[in-house]
């Protein structure tokens, strides 16, 4: 699943949160859920004894919230290249 987000205004925070719900409703809850370490999966770094909404989500539906270490830059490339092989193959789907 693609759960990366550039998402810094509320509405897009709404928007991510919404369709992790809808895709996790669809196809079962994981026990793990890893996410990238953007703020709209973290929460707001200059808040540092706070959980974000989705971290706060996953730990109500029994998920080990998963995230992407700082500066961590190996696993933060896995990420970015399967992004990037997921928006090739939707880029190229035929719609209709």
């Not at 509405?11 to 196809?27: G, S």
């Not at 859920?33 to 707001?44: E, K, R, T």
Request: net charge negative; proline share 6%; hydrophobic share 40%.
């Amino acid at each position: 699943m693609r759960q990366r987000s550039h998402a810094g205004h509320p509405k897009e925070r709404d928007d991510t949160l919404l369709l992790l719900l809808a895709r996790w409703q669809r196809d079962s809850l994981p026990a793990d859920a890893q996410f990238d370490n953007d703020n709209v999966f973290q929460g707001a770094h200059q808040y540092a004894h706070t959980a974000g909404r989705v971290r706060r989500i996953c730990l109500q539906l029994g998920m080990t919230p998963v995230f992407v270490p700082p500066l961590e830059h190996g696993m933060q490339n896995t990420f970015e290249s399967f992004s990037a092989v997921v928006d090739q193959g939707l880029a190229a789907a035929p719609y209709g």
